[in-house]
């Protein structure tokens, strides 16, 4: 089984930026797809980011422009570079991976990190 932890969280004023990352361990895994996902109290979580195993990287309209998604395979890692941020980027921020191990494809989330942006 994977299991993820998340890193970088934090309180950050308006227009300021943050890295995310999210390491990803355990064995005999293969990974296909890496993302970041967000939630606020009362609403459905919803896709920031996501980045497959080839490269091809996905954003939300809300944040296309201030968000880059990028992995490191080697390490298993994928990181969230977000700049220029909004006080409706305040959030929980999940780490999420779906991979490929014995038995078939599996989805992990993480624990989460608090992301905080005051104006």
């Known amino acids: 089984q994977v299991q993820l932890v998340e890193f970088g969280g934090g309180l950050v004023q308006a227009v300021g930026s943050l890295i995310l990352s999210c390491v990803a361990s355990?064995?005999?895994?293969?990974?296909?797809?890496l993302g970041w996902y967000r939630q606020v109290p009362g609403k459905q979580r919803e896709l920031v980011a996501a980045i497959t195993s080839g490269g091809s990287r996905n954003y939300a309209n809300s944040v296309k422009g201030r968000i880059t998604i990028s992995r490191d395979s080697a390490k298993n890692t994928v990181y969230l570079q977000m700049n220029s941020l909004k006080p409706e980027d305040t959030a929980v921020y999940y780490c999420?991976?779906?991979?490929?191990?014995?038995?078939?494809?599996?989805?992990?989330w993480g624990q989460g990190t608090q992301v905080t942006v005051s104006s």
């Open positions: 999420n991976t779906k991979y490929y191990s014995v038995g078939g494809y599996y989805d992990q």
């Open positions: 355990g064995s005999g895994f293969s990974i296909n797809a």
